[in-house]
């Protein structure tokens, strides 16, 4: 099983500030299976990026993913106010399919 | 327009059954691998099990595995999961789930609402 760890676990930013979210893989991953998740309070989670690095249908580009191997990075330029929310990154390339624990980005 | 809703959950005792459905529209659904994602109140989220486009392949967390079962009906659009020997650890919302493509392995892009399920004496 793939553990996904993501730092920090809350992170307190401004609107107008870019948020920098890690995940690390508890081995070396393929990009194409690493994605990234949005979910705000009572919603259902929307993805952001897969692929690492690919932006999902009608996400904004002041969101970017990067990364390889073990390291992976979810970038938020220009913190919009609706960007606050809780996101996961998820290894989908085997089973168990396993996410992060989250990161928490609040005002 | 991909759409998933979910249904059945509910207040449960321990030990008791329950069963979820998902139904789906808007996009071939014989073609796609459908999973199950669950989240406990206030936690995380927690991958459950996968189906795939025919229903012969199933995955399922070791946490759930023997007691959970999920199955589809191709010819109604629908999926199922069946939630046997309930736990209090089971409490989540529950949901279904579409990848972007018709992968098995593939990103998480399509995700109803979710159904909560409680267990408790």
């Known amino acids: 099983e793939i553990v996904l760890t993501q730092s920090p676990g809350t992170l307190s930013l401004s609107p107008g500030e870019r948020a920098t979210l890690s995940c690390r893989a508890s081995q070396s991953v393929y990009t194409t299976y690493l994605a990234w998740y949005q979910q705000k309070h009572g919603q259902a989670p929307r993805l952001l990026i897969y692929?690492?690095?690919t932006r999902a249908t009608g996400i904004p580009d002041r969101f970017s993913g990067t990364g390889s191997g073990t390291n992976f990075t979810l970038t938020i330029n220009r913190l919009e106010p609706e960007d606050f929310a809780v996101y996961y990154c998820q290894h989908f390339g085997t089973s168990p399919w396993t996410f992060g624990q989250g990161t928490k980005v609040e005002n | 327009q991909v759409h998933l809703v979910e249904s059945g959950g509910g207040v449960v005792q321990p030990g008791t059954s329950l069963t979820l459905s998902c139904a789906a529209s808007?996009?071939?659904?014989?073609?796609?691998?459908l999973h199950w994602v669950r989240q406990a109140p206030g936690r995380g989220l927690e991958w459950v099990t996968a189906?795939?486009?025919?229903?012969?392949?199933?995955h399922y967390v070791d946490s759930v595995r023997g007691r959970f079962t999920t199955s589809r009906d191709n010819s109604k659009n629908t999926l199922e999961l069946q939630l046997n020997s309930l736990r209090p650890e089971d409490t989540a919302v529950y949901y279904c789930?579409?990848?972007?493509?018709?992968?098995?392995?593939?990103?998480?892009?399509?995700w109803g609402q979710g159904t909560a399920v409680t267990v408790s004496s």
């Open positions: 189906i795939s486009h025919d229903g012969t392949k199933q």
């Open positions: 808007g996009f071939t659904f014989s073609t796609h691998a």
């Open positions: 789930v579409r990848g972007v493509d018709t992968a098995w392995f593939s990103a998480f892009g399509f």
């Open positions: 692929g690492a690095s």
